[in-house]
């Protein structure tokens, strides 16, 4: 043990920080930035050290990945799971911490973008992608089913999937928007945009004021 830390916690400390330093090179260069020497120095570390703990680019790449959709999932699953809060609740939301930093900052954005653009070309990168936007997807529109069925005014609307679909490919164009041109539209417009929408299909309900 040294400083008080078990060497099992000192090798999870080197693991985050090598991920890390990853999620930084990414951000500022793409996917193509990293090798296992950059990331080594950046870290402050030897490369022996990062191959002792990534045999490889991939397994690494792959970790930061998995990493990145463990954030996401739970920054909107949490929300997902108070149930005493209104369908309609939840949804704004989760609106609104997908369009917010830390989830819609320029570093995540980036590098969620950076895996994206090479999943067609990796089909684990692909599989995961894919995977995380369906579960999105269907709890993006669970929560649009309960707000139809809470509310008998609510029947006239548009089908759950075709709602969940549209609020979520709007998130996606800011985040690129956030991305390309991140002094042009801010996070509070993004959010009043999606609500927006949300409230010409529910206009008596006031979650989707703004």
Sequence with gaps: MKNGISRAEQKLLTRKKLIDTTLDVIAEGGLSSVTMARVAVSAG???GICNFHFKSKDQLLLEVLKVVIREFRETWKNIIKEANLAPSTRLRKMIEVLLSPPVASTHRISVWFAFWGEARFRKKYLT?????DRELED???TL?????AGNADNNHVTSPKIISLGVIAMIDGYHLDFLLTPDLIGS?????SCLAFLRGQFPKCDDFLF
């Design 45 to 47: 570390l030897s490369q």
């Design 128 to 132: 995961i992608c894919q995977t995380f």
């Design 139 to 141: 709890d993006f529109e």
């Design 144 to 148: 649009v089913r309960e707000l139809i």
């Design 188 to 192: 509070e417009i993004a959010i009043q």
